[in-house]
């Protein structure tokens, strides 16, 4: 395995959606989740926690808690029942899945404090599973957002879902997409207006 600077590995790293079929081994996630933790210097042990899904049965409760919502919805039950088969075995076939929460706290800022060191623990094992291989793709998509797919992932009163990290080998990664360049988001902040 090629060692690449973390500018290299920064520019590198792709959002994988198409998994090939080798397992992910448990350890190796549960090795990754402590480096990519060891690198946020800020979070508190109890700022964030994961759920794991990764053998058959828990890839699949973990579909039907994706789905509970959508297929109880109206626009659901006009979805044919192939569609939501093709979709249940895309998400199931995935080999892994890390599931993050933020804890919530007394306040906004050890809230937000608690979310960015979730969120850059997340981009960490990202960038750590890259360097072994492992493709990702950090998903939020808004149909999981429901009382439904919460309470199937087990989350607490004092917790903020994050996203869910769907793990797994891949045979290509994609090209790169264009970028915007960083200039075109850059604002100064200038002196008192006279």
Same mark, same amino acid.
């Given at each position: ?10 520019? /590198? ?9 080798? !397992? ?5 996630? +549960? ?18 926690? $994961? $759920? ?13 808690? #994706? ?12 979805? !044919? ?14 080999? /892994? ?6 804890? +919530?706290? !007394? ?10 060191? /979730? ?24 149909? #999981? ?16 879902? $994050? ?28 002196? !008192?207006?006279?």
């Amino acid at each position: 395995m090629k060692h690449l600077s973390l500018a290299e590995l920064i520019r /590198a790293r792709r959002s994988i959606r198409k998994y090939n079929s080798t !397992p992910v081994d448990q350890e190796l996630v +549960v090795e990754l989740l402590s480096k990519a933790n060891r690198l946020q210097p800020f979070a508190q042990a109890d700022s964030w926690r $994961v $759920v794991y899904a990764g053998t058959s049965e828990a890839r699949k409760r973990l579909v039907d808690c #994706m789905l509970e919502q959508m297929s109880q919805s109206r626009l659901g039950k006009l979805i !044919p029942g192939k569609l939501l088969d093709i979709f249940k075995k895309r998400f199931t076939d995935i080999p /892994a899945h890390v599931i993050v929460m933020s804890t +919530v706290g !007394p306040d906004r800022l050890t809230n937000d404090r608690n979310y960015a060191a /979730a969120c850059g623990m997340m981009q960490s094992f990202q960038l750590i599973g890259w360097e072994h291989g492992l493709g990702m793709l950090w998903d939020t998509e808004s149909m #999981m957002l429901h009382e439904g797919f919460f309470k199937g992932i087990g989350l607490r009163e004092d917790e903020r879902f $994050v996203g869910i990290l769907h793990i797994g080998y891949y045979d290509k990664a994609p090209k790169s997409r264009k970028r915007t360049p960083a200039e075109q988001k850059w604002t100064v902040l200038r002196g !008192p207006s006279t």
